[in-house]
């Protein structure tokens, strides 16, 4: 099976700063990565889905790039609304799974 | 707009058994799949499995199969799961979300806490 790894686990930011996230995938998986966001006691919300397509509705602040094994997740310029927990996830025709999670805290 | 909108927390004893409903509007029920999605206290999300609305066609992860079961009802557009014979590692928070396997999970229902204790 696919592993995806997230890094860091947590992360810590003052408002304004731009972040990366990365997600790593055991193996190539072409560009079948979404990313989504967790605050705390609510459902994940899609940001960003085939690696680097912007929901609708999501600020463009965030963006997403990466193909194969390699991806990341990167806010532009940190607001108080983006205080969560950010999953990457791969999608294929047998599975899901999703990395560990990326706690992005306030400095 | 899309809304999927799940049943509320319950309470099991080990052993027992739990059905959580998710019922979806705002778009063809038939046109997407419905993937479930658990995550335990303070844990990361744990796909479950997923069921294809058009022709039933399920897929579990192998830690669920003979365990789990989903289903959905066309005629009330409500995805439902059951977990049988709990354990007190089943207590998570259970998702839905819309989304055939494959795809994209957007939007995602507001979950339900199933807590499992003697």
């Known amino acids: 099976d696919i592993q995806m790894t997230q890094s860091p686990s947590t992360l810590s930011a003052s408002i304004g700063d731009r972040v990366t996230i990365t997600c790593r995938a055991s193996q190539s998986i072409g560009s079948y990565l979404a990313w989504y966001q967790q605050k705390p006691g609510k459902a994940p919300k899609l940001l960003i889905y085939?690696?680097?397509s912007l929901e609708s509705g999501v600020p463009s602040r965030f963006s997403g790039s990466g193909s194969g094994t390699e991806f990341t997740l990167t806010i532009s310029s940190l607001q108080p609304d983006d205080f969560a927990t950010y999953y990457c996830?791969?999608?294929?025709?047998?599975?899901?799974?999703f990395g560990q999670g990326t706690k992005l805290e306030i400095k | 707009q899309v809304e999927l909108a799940q049943s509320g927390a319950e309470v099991k004893k080990p052993g027992a058994s739990v059905k959580v409903s998710c019922k979806t509007s705002g778009y063809t029920f038939t046109n997407y799949g419905i993937t479930w999605v658990r995550q335990a206290p303070g844990q990361g999300l744990e796909w479950m499995g997923w069921i294809s609305v058009y022709n039933g066609d399920t897929k579990y992860v192998k830690e669920f199969q003979g365990r789990v079961t989903m289903t959905t009802d066309t005629a009330t557009n409500t995805a439902y799961m059951e977990v049988r014979r709990l354990r007190s590692d089943d207590t998570a928070v259970y998702y839905c979300a819309r989304g055939a396997i494959g795809t994209k999970l957007d939007p995602w229902g507001q979950g339900t806490l199933v807590t499992v204790s003697s």
């Open positions: 996830q791969h999608y294929n025709s047998h599975q899901y799974t």
């Open positions: 085939e690696a680097s």
